[in-house]
Structure formats: structure tokens, C-alpha cells
């Protein structure tokens, strides 16, 4: 007798089937993708989609990406893509708690930041100076994996993508989708904060009081306060939500971390210098699109679309290299 049962993809459905709550996003009920496909003997649709993010060029840009200091000097400051992997974890906490569809949470997680700029929002707003509305990099992230980098991912786990950022104002139709909401910015408030003190721009006895006493110390009981907050409350609302009470202090924590993190008036100087970056490398490419990667280019995109696809692809430390390669005088 085998110590091993197989756990093939009917199997995997029929288990959705009874174990998944009646809210859950069964695998085999989703909208599907744009290109059939023939099932995978062995994989759900949205296993497969979590499999195809985790080995796409995109997600690899994240780990040389911003998310709140550029290029910091330290070693255990976050960065894009180990916020992302914060964000799947918590993600699938919460998912699983509630007996949601956990391959569907973690995808959307892992997908949702891919189209981020280079140097965070302050490359996200340096963007938007050059189109109509608003740049966004969820919108980015869709595009990402539907054009430049496709990878025929089910709809739900596009629209989960689309809709994460709180300003985009919707749900994603699916309870996973939601929870990505949450994961997010739990996971950036929690390690922004730690990383604002391990910067020493703040001290635990920096941060107010009617945030310290729902959440307790910054870190780890933080991030286990707001996803059991996040648990209960959708539960009883039977809808993705957080108990009123520590939504109001999270808000509280947010704008309190724009105030002394994000928007110091001591990093205004480097905002500067990444938007001027950002702003200098569109105006070059717009005007030497022929030196724009072919993999950018596309003929049903216009000449500003190609050049901010490429441009938003970049590392930080690709497009600081690129700048001073353009712009910086040479000596000899």
C-alpha cells in the first residue's frame, strides 16, 4: 500500500465541492480564460494561475522595487516583492480562516503589485503627469499579464488584480478578491512602520495612542490583531469587512504614517530626484522610441503607452542606471 493518495484536480474540485464555504469561489464555476484551455490533470485553474505568476518576469522585477525607502542601505528593509509575499501570506490566512478559496487569494496576491513603477507611488504619480485621469498600477498589473507578459489567467484572478487598490472604489465580485484589499495594506502599515523605526524615523513610543491600545506594539501583533479584526467581522457581516472600531484606527495608523513616513518633508529631496527620473526617461523614449525593447512594443498601443510600459517595467536601479547613462555629462 502506497503512503501517498493522489490528489488529482477531480479530486481537488469534488473536495471544493464540500469543504469550500457557500460563498467560496469554486474553481470549476469561474468565468474562465480568454483562450480556452484543456484542464490540468493535477492543478485547479486558479492553482495553475498562482503557478504561472510565481515563475513570470514581473513578479522577479518586484524584488529590486521601492516600497518606501529607495534603495536602502540595510538588508531586512522591505521591498516590493517581499511585501508581496506578506500580502499572499496574510491573504491566505484569512482565506483559509473563512474557508474561501485559497489557490484564488494567493494568485490575486501574488499578482496584484506586478505593474508597479519604479520608486513606489512617487513613480506611480511621476507617471500620471503624462496621461489623462490618473496612472494606475493595478491597471498596469492587468496589462502586464494580459499583453505584455500574458499568461491567459482566469478572469477572477484578473479582476481581483484590478480592483485590490482601495481607490479603485469596487469589489472584485469574488470574497478573495476582497480579502487582497485587506492583506494589502495590513502588510504595508505593519512592516512601513517597523522599517520607519529600524530607519529611526520613528519610535515605538512615536505612534498615537489610540492606535497603540487596539493594536498593541508595532510588528507581529499588529499584523494578528487586524486579520483576526478582519476574520470575525466578515463573518458576521457575511461579507469582507473589519470590525468598525480597528478599521477607524487603521485609518487612524495611515494617516498618521503619511504624515511622518511617507510624506516627511526630510525625503522631499529624493522624491525629487526619483520623479525627475521618471519624468526624464518618458520624454527620452518618446523621442527615441526606436530604442524602446521590442518585447515593450506593440502595434496596437500607442507611442506613450509602449514608452510607460517600459518605462514602468523598470527596476529602480535599472532606471537610475539608464538616467545617469543619458543624462549624466561624461568626462572622457
Known amino acids: 500500500?502506497?503512503?501517498?493518495?493522489?490528489?488529482?484536480?477531480?479530486?481537488?474540485?469534488?473536495?471544493?465541492?464540500?469543504?469550500?464555504?457557500?460563498?467560496?469561489?469554486?474553481?470549476?464555476?469561474?468565468?474562465?480564460?480568454?483562450?480556452?484551455?484543456?484542464?490540468?490533470?493535477?492543478?485547479?485553474?486558479?492553482?495553475?494561475?498562482?503557478?504561472?505568476?510565481?515563475?513570470?518576469?514581473?513578479?522577479?522585477?518586484?524584488?529590486h522595487k521601492t516600497q518606501v525607502f529607495m534603495n536602502p542601505e540595510g538588508d531586512h528593509f522591505v521591498t516590493r516583492m517581499t511585501h508581496t509575499l506578506q500580502v499572499t501570506q496574510i491573504g491566505s490566512a484569512i482565506a483559509r480562516a473563512l474557508s474561501l478559496n485559497v489557490a484564488l487569494a494567493e494568485a490575486v496576491c501574488l499578482g496584484h503589485d506586478v505593474g508597479h513603477s519604479p520608486f513606489g507611488h512617487t513613480g506611480e504619480d511621476a507617471l500620471s503627469e503624462f496621461v489623462e485621469g490618473e496612472w494606475l498600477h493595478s491597471e498596469q498589473s492587468v496589462r502586464i499579464y494580459e499583453v505584455l507578459e500574458p499568461l491567459n489567467l482566469t478572469f477572477e484572478v484578473l479582476e481581483g488584480i484590478r480592483t485590490h487598490s482601495w481607490k479603485i472604489g469596487e469589489t472584485a465580485g469574488t470574497h478573495e478578491g476582497d480579502v487582497v484589499k485587506y492583506a494589502d495594506r495590513i502588510a504595508y502599515l505593519a512592516h512601513d512602520a517597523q522599517d520607519a523605526i529600524r530607519a529611526g524615523i520613528l519610535t515605538p513610543e512615536s505612534f498615537p495612542a489610540d492606535v497603540i491600545k487596539p493594536f498593541g506594539e508595532p510588528g507581529r501583533e499588529w499584523v494578528s490583531t487586524m486579520v483576526e479584526a478582519v476574520i470575525d467581522e466578515s463573518y458576521r457581516q457575511n461579507e469582507i469587512a473589519m470590525e468598525p472600531s480597528l478599521l477607524e484606527?487603521?485609518?487612524?495608523?495611515?494617516?498618521?504614517?503619511?504624515?511622518?513616513?511617507?510624506?516627511?518633508?526630510?525625503?522631499?529631496?529624493?522624491?525629487?530626484?526619483?520623479?525627475?527620473?521618471?519624468?526624464d526617461l518618458v520624454t527620452y523614449y518618446l523621442e527615441h522610441l526606436d530604442q524602446v525593447p521590442e518585447s515593450y512594443r506593440h502595434d496596437e498601443a500607442d507611442d506613450l503607452t509602449q514608452v510607460i510600459d517600459y518605462v514602468a517595467g523598470m527596476t529602480d536601479r535599472y532606471a537610475i542606471r539608464t538616467h545617469d547613462e543619458l543624462f549624466r555629462p561624461r568626462l572622457f
Not at 464555504?21 to 498562482?50: K, L, M, Q
Not at 484606527?249 to 520623479?275: D, G, I, K, N, W
Open 249 to 279: 484606527a487603521m485609518h487612524t495608523l495611515r494617516a498618521f504614517m503619511f504624515e511622518r513616513v511617507y510624506l516627511r518633508p526630510e525625503a522631499e529631496s529624493q522624491r525629487r530626484r526619483a520623479t525627475q527620473v521618471v519624468r
Open 1 to 63: 500500500m502506497s503512503d501517498f493518495v493522489l490528489r488529482t484536480t477531480e479530486v481537488a474540485l469534488q473536495r471544493e465541492a464540500t469543504d469550500l464555504a457557500p460563498g467560496a469561489t469554486r474553481s470549476n464555476a469561474g468565468r474562465g480564460r480568454a483562450i480556452p484551455e484543456d484542464p490540468d490533470p493535477w492543478r485547479t485553474p486558479f492553482e495553475r494561475d498562482h503557478d504561472r505568476i510565481m515563475h513570470s518576469k514581473a513578479l522577479r522585477r518586484l524584488k
